[in-house]
């Protein structure tokens, strides 16, 4: 064959794949409406409690988007105005808060068979104890790739009835506590009972977090501030349409 016929043909099989990559530009990416999921325990005693949901829930819902072609993302693949963030076609992030070690037994299989991934907002204080996270298993998920931890307070009190002092040391020092045990910093946040005021919110950002999440129903969006990002609360009530009306 010629080389310069071969050479084009190659040209031409490049151009068609990255043309049909589905992207959205950086200067797009903020604007672009991300569904943030909180989920918090994944346990077969899910009857009495609308925030533990079933094992086999939680693997319908991340089967579901996965098959509908979404993409997880970790808080660290969002845009930071760099350049170099562009988001994947049908973005969303799966948040688990707390840190229950069902996370562990349940949803971390889950997520490994499905492809998915989720950030779990950790309550540093509380990971080592009963029915919670330990450090070890926190460092077997982040290494598998599925998992990011963030933070979610040292003893997850309400921020908006703190002073400023122990707001700032419940932000610290879980920020600090992540770095030391995992190895990597923790830029995202979630408010403890989506509670936020605008002192919070400055403490937050004074304390170092590129995001931080709240309790509110709807679409993140990163241009409309990265401190105050709304999140879908999945409850065990809601039916398989109700989870299909929340994303976009």
């Not at 819902?61 to 350049?83: A, C, I, K, Q, V």
């Not at 990011?148 to 020092?173: C, M, Q, R, Y």
């Amino acid at each position: 064959m010629n080389a310069a016929i071969w050479i084009l043909q190659v040209f031409l099989l490049v151009s068609a794949i990255t043309s049909n990559t589905p992207t959205v530009t950086p200067q797009n990416a903020f604007n672009t409406p991300i569904p943030i999921l909180l989920y918090h325990s994944v346990t077969e005693e899910a009857e009495d409690d609308p925030l533990k949901i079933s094992p086999a829930r939680f693997e319908q819902e991340m089967r579901y988007l996965r098959e509908r072609g979404y993409h997880p993302l970790f808080f660290t693949d969002l845009p930071d105005g760099s350049g170099n963030n562009a988001l994947p076609s049908k973005p969303v992030i799966i948040t688990l808060d707390d840190g229950y070690e069902d996370n562990y037994t349940k949803a971390f299989p889950i997520l490994k068979r499905t492809g998915m991934k989720a950030t779990i907002f950790a309550i540093t204080g509380n990971v080592g104890k009963p029915n919670y996270l330990t450090w070890r298993q926190l460092r077997i998920m982040e290494a598998s790739g599925a998992v990011d931890t963030e933070s979610h307070t040292v003893t997850h009190p309400d921020l908006t009835k703190l002073g400023a002092k122990e707001k700032a040391d419940e932000l610290i020092k879980s920020r600090d506590t992540i770095l030391r045990r995992l190895g990597h910093p923790s830029i995202a946040f979630a408010y403890p009972y989506g509670k936020y005021d605008q002192a919070t919110v400055e403490a937050v950002r004074s304390a170092g977090y590129r995001y931080a999440v709240t309790g509110e129903n709807g679409y993140a969006e990163i241009g409309r501030g990265r401190l105050t990002l709304p999140r879908n609360v999945i409850t065990s009530d809601m039916t398989l349409e109700q989870f299909r009306a929340l994303l976009p």
